[in-house]
């Protein structure tokens, strides 16, 4: 199965973010959600709004979420309370998505809702899913948008 615009872009700003902001390379190949979820994971959602809107979710287990947090904080993970993990992934949920509109869209302004920890799960149905392995197990973006975001005229010619 070939990787959709909407896809590499995820991959694309997930990758960015966590090499340039939170010192993360990501090695390895998208995980097909052959990863299995691990029984403690924390996932952050924010809501978008402009045209499109929707929301980008992001989940990953809470230790490897520690252990970034760790590393943009410059701080020792076991120094931090859940409270500053929790805020740092609200962070980086708010960088990624940030990113992906960007990308996407880049002439159209965005408006950025609050980050929220939420229930974690499975993303939602009709969501299109970047999921790679972090970690013992994967870091997950889920974006859902109320209309599909298509490629640049550009890119869909190439």
């Known amino acids: 199965m070939t990787e959709s615009f909407l896809e590499r872009v995820l991959r694309e700003s997930l ?74 992934m609200c962070e980086l949920a708010n960088m990624i998505c940030g990113s992906v509109l960007s990308r996407v869209e880049g002439a159209v302004t965005f408006r950025l809702g609050a980050p929220a920890i939420v229930a974690t799960g499975p993303p939602p149905a009709g969501a299109v899913v970047y999921s790679v392995p972090l970690g013992p197990a994967a870091i997950t973006v889920a974006m859902i948008t109320e209309t599909p975001i298509c490629p640049p005229a550009a890119e869909s010619a190439s």
């Open 15 to 88: 990758v960015d973010v966590l090499e340039k902001m939170f010192f993360v390379s990501i090695l390895d190949e998208p995980s097909d959600n052959a990863t299995p979820p691990v029984a403690d994971e924390i996932a952050v959602r924010l809501s978008f709004e402009g045209k499109p809107s929707g929301s980008l979710t992001v989940q990953l287990g809470r230790s490897v979420a520690r252990s970034i947090a760790a590393d943009f904080l410059g701080a020792e993970a076991g120094e931090l309370s859940d409270s500053q993990v929790a805020e740092v």
